[in-house]
């Protein structure tokens, strides 16, 4: 099972299924609580159901974790921290490479912030 516990508040997340390393089958993106988003490679066989359920956040190309939502706040203190420091993402070939893309925003934040490429 796949979980990212968000330690305070609700714990809506963000799942979304998308081929994004395009080697043919379907992973796991998490968009967590605390604005990150997760990989949960598919590593399926024709015989058996296997996905990578620790995962691993998606980096900038710079090296940094992708992180959407307020930068440098508390949430276990900071109201707007709390309510909209969630990653909602999708995935597309935006820039028409061939490679597949993320987009990431924060909840309810508008777009301000995308990660093309990650991987
Ligand atoms: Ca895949
Ligand atoms: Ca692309």
Not at 11 to 20: R, S, T, V
Not at 80 to 97: E, H
Request: hydrophobic share 35%.
């Amino acid at each position: 099972m796949i979980t990212h516990r968000s330690g305070v508040g609700d714990e809506w997340f963000w799942p979304f299924l998308d081929d994004l390393d395009q080697d043919g089958r379907v992973d796991v993106l998490f968009g967590d609580w605390s604005g990150h988003v997760w990989f949960h490679k598919n590593d399926s066989t024709a015989k058996s159901k296997q996905f990578d359920v620790d995962g691993f956040r998606l980096k900038l190309a710079s090296g940094s974790p992708i992180k959407v939502g307020p930068i440098n706040k508390d949430p276990t203190r900071d109201f707007d921290a709390l309510q909209v420091a969630r990653a909602v993402l999708t995935t597309s070939d935006c820039d028409r490479d061939g490679q597949r893309d993320l987009i990431v925003v924060p909840y309810q934040n508008g777009c301000r912030n995308k990660a093309i490429n990650p991987g």
